[in-house]
């Protein structure tokens, strides 16, 4: 018995340095569903601080504006928890944009380059930026460092590429008896 | 003709009335010899599947027919022409021949009249390595003609065998109204074998297998009598029963062959590829007389006077074809292919693009409006004449209700949205419209997905710049120091050696001293005397 117990016991050491779970799973997959615009706007810096506070405990699901209400509903799924509208204090689902800088505004101060959390700005001191629209989260961080307000969001247009079929709807019809 | 050959089947199927003959009366004439040059081309950039062409040619540049205006841009993409010789008025977004309504870029050529083609010469594929016959295909902007579009400069491949088994040419047009691929058989027989032959050579097929559908026997007779006549050998005309869609690329190859491409997998896998009878034409142009893709065969059919096949040049408006044709007044609306898989179109001044086989032109008498939509009720229709063998009724329940995950382990991609099941629904719902839904949302939800995870490495590599630069920047700072202490050890021990300069130092010190004191005193005495006279 005795035997057997040192036997498990060393297997079970073994097992637990052998598959050791790099991380906490949890955050990984609560990461996966935030939008990663890395915008703040849920109080903490990026979405990975953020993921670590829900899985925590410390903070509740409803926090991301970008993520929306289908974000939500994920996390709730996800969570078990129940789901809850967009917090107002944290902002408001706004359409998909894209930062645009006016070239013949800008100065060439760099401080929108070091405000872009995902590298998306190109630019070099008193060389006119610009913005890689492809990489663009839409955070709007460069918005507020930028001293000659050259920065504008614009809202990702639709065209016949990204262009989606609509839900099938049908008009009730009123019929007289 | 082989009367032994065995002919294998699909499941599923439907027989739709065909509503063919109208069309096939006449034959088949150029579109510019009945009605003339248009006032404009408008020719649009993204024409195929796949990346859009980039503009080659300013507003006010002049072009000739055939030159290059749209040039292939990325892997899968392919190149676009001008129709015709005449002055580039603009390159701007125009309504697109797309459901949405939605404008593109388009390149609008005003006819000079001319008609002048630009210098071209055959393209000699033989003595050519597979890679520049590919891309002199690619150049010259021929895509599948029979609806998809695809770029067949990609499906010009032997596969990882080296060779293929069979080839399989797409003749069976099995959507109602549409017979620009009859016709075409019928006229351009000679052509369409030759184009045959060098896709043959191309992909080093075993055979060629033409399939056809019976209901078309003077295709049929015109492609035999044309295989004879161009003495190809290793193709065969083939008959196939009459079922739509006996024309889908997976359906045709499984009547044929037998072999029924599994989920996921592609034709070439199994030694089979396919092309559209259209396109082996505009192969046979493309190589051997160089010219590129410029003009397509279009049936106007529906509710017109006359129902005919046209030579159209792309970036002819719809309206002119319709005008021609003798659209009926009560017409109400414009498809672009056929009534089972088409595209309603937002307007018919949309131009004529490489997909348009069709113009259909309908009616509320033709098309009766969709009668209301009723709930399923598990009748298990839909499954029975489904060709892919998917189960619609489960992809329906999980599109209408937004289980996209759902939808997808169902298959939902797999569904080529031919409209059997919509056909046969009793409950009349509009399944296809509920999978056309699903498929574009899970389509923009995965580009999100992706662009989200680009995001995320992004931000983490910034995260880990930041970190390493703080680094080295503490590093450096330490290194300063460091150097510093060194220096200044160095100079405590040099020190008896520098005493002559520490005296001078200290000299010049006090003398700084004192002219401070000195400037100190004078402006106290400044200050001072403007007081005094006012005391």
């Known amino acids: 018995m005795a035997l057997g117990a040192i036997i498990l016991g060393a297997a079970l050491g073994y097992a637990s340095i052998k598959f050791k779970v790099e991380g906490d799973p949890l955050v990984e997959k609560i990461d996966a569903i935030l939008p990663q615009t890395q915008c703040g706007q849920c109080g903490f810096p990026g979405c990975k601080p953020y993921a670590e506070a829900i899985a925590k405990g410390e903070a509740d699901i409803n926090c991301c504006p970008p993520g929306g209400e289908e974000g939500i509903r994920k996390l709730a799924d996800l969570l078990g928890r129940e789901f809850k509208p967009l917090s107002e204090e944290h902002g408001v689902e706004k359409p998909k944009s894209v930062a645009f800088i006016d070239e013949q505004t800008c100065i060439g101060c760099t401080l929108c380059i070091q405000a872009c959390p995902v590298d998306a700005i190109l630019g070099a001191a008193k060389q006119m930026h610009t913005i890689v629209a492809k990489r663009c989260t839409g955070c709007e961080l460069c918005l507020e460092p930028c001293p000659v307000d050259c920065i504008a969001m614009v809202p990702i247009p639709e065209t016949v590429e990204n262009w989606k079929w609509k839900y099938p709807v049908h008009p009730i019809k009123q019929v007289t008896a | 003709m082989n009367a032994l050959r065995k002919l294998f089947r699909f499941n599923g199927g439907v027989k739709p009335s065909y509503n063919k003959e109208p069309s096939t009366t006449e034959p088949i004439v150029d579109f510019l010899d009945v009605a003339g040059m248009p006032a404009e081309y408008v020719i649009p950039l993204h024409q195929s599947i796949g990346g859009v062409p980039h503009p080659l040619v300013a507003p006010g540049e002049h072009v000739k027919k055939g030159q290059l205006i749209g040039g292939p841009d990325g892997f899968v993409s392919s190149a676009v022409h001008a129709s015709t010789s005449g002055l580039v008025k603009a390159v701007e977004h125009r309504l697109m021949p797309h459901t949405s309504g939605l404008t593109a870029l388009c390149v609008v050529i005003e006819p000079d009249g001319k008609d002048e083609w630009i210098e071209h010469a055959p393209v000699p594929w033989r003595s050519m390595a597979p890679d520049e016959v590919r891309d002199a295909l690619r150049d010259a902007g021929v895509v599948g003609l029979g609806g998809a579009v695809f770029p067949s400069y990609l499906k010009v491949n032997p596969g990882k065998k080296?060779?293929?088994?069979?080839?399989?040419?797409?003749?069976?047009?099995?959507?109602?109204?549409?017979?620009?691929?009859?016709?075409?058989?019928?006229?351009?027989?000679?052509?369409?074998?030759r184009g045959a032959g060098i896709l043959r050579d191309l992909t080093k097929a075993g055979q060629v297998l033409i399939g056809v559908e019976d209901n078309k026997?003077?295709?049929?007779?015109?492609?035999?009598?044309?295989?004879?006549?161009?003495?190809?050998?290793?193709?065969?005309?083939?008959?196939?029963?009459?079922?739509?869609?006996?024309?889908?690329?997976?359906?045709?190859?499984?009547?044929?062959?037998?072999?029924?491409?599994?989920?996921?997998?592609?034709?070439?896998?199994?030694?089979?590829?396919?092309?559209?009878?259209?396109?082996?034409?505009?192969?046979?142009?493309?190589?051997?007389?160089?010219?590129?893709?410029?003009?397509?065969?279009?049936?106007?059919?529906?509710?017109?006077?006359?129902?005919?096949?046209?030579?159209?040049?792309?970036?002819?408006?719809?309206?002119?074809?319709?005008?021609?044709?003798?659209?009926?007044?009560?017409?109400?609306?414009?498809?672009?292919?056929?009534?089972?898989?088409?595209?309603?179109?937002?307007?018919?001044?949309?131009?004529?693009?490489?997909?348009?086989?069709?113009?259909?032109?309908?009616?509320?008498?033709?098309?009766?409006?969709?009668?209301?939509?009723?709930?399923?009720?598990?009748?298990?229709?839909?499954?029975?004449?489904?060709?892919?063998?998917?189960?619609?009724?489960?992809?329906?329940?999980?599109?209408?209700?937004?289980?996209?995950?759902?939808?997808?382990?169902?298959?939902?991609?797999?569904?080529?949205?031919?409209?059997?099941?919509?056909?046969?629904?009793?409950?009349?719902?509009?399944?296809?419209?509920?999978?056309?839904?699903?498929?574009?949302?899970?389509?923009?939800?995965?580009?999100?997905?992706?662009?989200?995870?680009?995001?995320?490495?992004?931000?983490?590599?910034?995260?880990?710049?930041?970190?390493?630069?703080?680094?080295?920047?503490?590093?450096?700072?330490?290194?300063?120091?460091?150097?510093?202490?060194?220096?200044?050890?160095?100079?405590?021990?040099?020190?008896?050696?520098?005493?002559?300069?520490?005296?001078?130092?200290?000299?010049?010190?006090?003398?700084?001293?004192?002219a401070d004191k000195a400037a100190e005193a004078a402006p106290a005495a400044e200050a001072a005397q403007p007081q005094a006279p006012q005391e």
């Open chain 2, 217 to 514: 026997p003077e295709a049929i007779a015109a492609m035999n009598a044309a295989l004879k006549a161009t003495g190809e050998q290793r193709i065969e005309i083939v008959p196939v029963p009459t079922r739509y869609p006996a024309g889908g690329a997976k359906q045709l190859i499984r009547v044929l062959t037998g072999i029924e491409v599994p989920h996921g997998k592609r034709s070439t896998d199994y030694g089979v590829q396919c092309f559209n009878t259209g396109t082996a034409y505009g192969i046979y142009e493309a190589l051997e007389l160089g010219r590129p893709l410029i003009s397509r065969v279009v049936t106007v059919a529906g509710n017109v006077e006359r129902p005919r096949n046209y030579i159209v040049r792309f970036g002819t408006p719809m309206k002119d074809l319709m005008n021609v044709a003798g659209a009926k007044p009560d017409s109400d609306r414009v498809i672009m292919g056929g009534p089972m898989m088409g595209f309603a179109m937002p307007s018919a001044d949309v131009p004529v693009v490489k997909a348009t086989n069709c113009v259909l032109v309908g009616s509320p008498a033709l098309f009766p409006p969709p009668p209301p939509e009723m709930p399923c009720i598990r009748c298990g229709e839909c499954a029975k004449v489904c060709p892919t063998d998917l189960q619609p009724f489960e992809m329906y329940w999980f599109s209408r209700a937004k289980i996209f995950g759902k939808a997808q382990e169902y298959h939902l991609f797999d569904c080529i949205e031919c409209g059997c099941c919509a056909y046969v629904c009793p409950s009349r719902i509009p399944l296809v419209d509920y999978y056309r839904f699903a498929k574009s949302e899970i389509w923009a939800r995965e580009n999100e997905k992706a662009a989200a995870d680009q995001a995320r490495t992004r931000y983490e590599f910034r995260m880990q710049r930041e970190e390493r630069e703080k680094q080295e920047k503490a590093a450096k700072l330490a290194a300063k120091a460091a150097e510093t202490k060194a220096k200044l050890a160095a100079a405590g021990a040099a020190a008896p050696e520098d005493d002559a300069k520490k005296a001078l130092i200290a000299a010049a010190m006090a003398r700084a001293q004192q």
């Open chain 2, 162 to 193: 080296g060779a293929l088994d069979t080839l399989v040419i797409n003749g069976a047009e099995c959507e109602p109204f549409i017979t620009c691929d009859d016709m075409q058989m019928r006229q351009y027989g000679e052509t369409i074998v």
